[in-house]
């Protein structure tokens, strides 16, 4: 079973960047796509990005297209997604997620990790 690890969330002002990482045990890592989603207080799970099983397929949620970049290492089972250009509205907690295809639905993807907050102050 796919194990899943957030890392680097933290609070910073609108217009920094910051970097999460996910790390990835248990399970054959290179089978999996992998995504990344955001969750708001008192909002569902939306989707922020997937990548495919060899890293040369992404997909984005519209407003972060231009300003996140999702990549992986699948020698070292980890996924990063670099986050430029911060906004408040991006404040959520993050999750890495697991499973076959490259979502955006989050019924698409099998395995969560504990997630990791961000804070994006004005």
């Known amino acids: 079973q796919v194990q899943l690890r957030e890392s680097g969330g933290g609070l910073v002002q609108a217009g920094a960047s910051l970097r999460l990482f996910c790390v990835a045990s248990?399970?054959?890592?290179?089978?999996?796509?992998i995504g990344w989603f955001s969750q708001a207080p008192g909002k569902q799970r939306e989707f922020v990005a997937s990548?495919?099983?060899?890293?040369?397929?992404?997909a984005y949620r519209t407003s972060v297209k231009d300003r996140f970049s999702i990549s992986r290492d699948n020698a070292k089972n980890t996924v990063d997604l670099q986050m430029n250009s911060l906004k408040p509205e991006d404040t959520a907690v993050y999750y890495c997620?697991?499973?076959?295809?490259?979502?955006?639905?989050?019924?698409?993807?099998?395995?969560w990790g504990q997630g990791t907050q961000v804070t994006v102050s004005s």
């Open positions: 248990g399970g054959t890592f290179s089978s999996d796509v």
């Open positions: 990548i495919s099983r060899s890293g040369s397929r992404t």
């Open positions: 997620a697991a499973g076959p295809r490259m979502g955006p639905e989050p019924e698409t993807f099998d395995y």
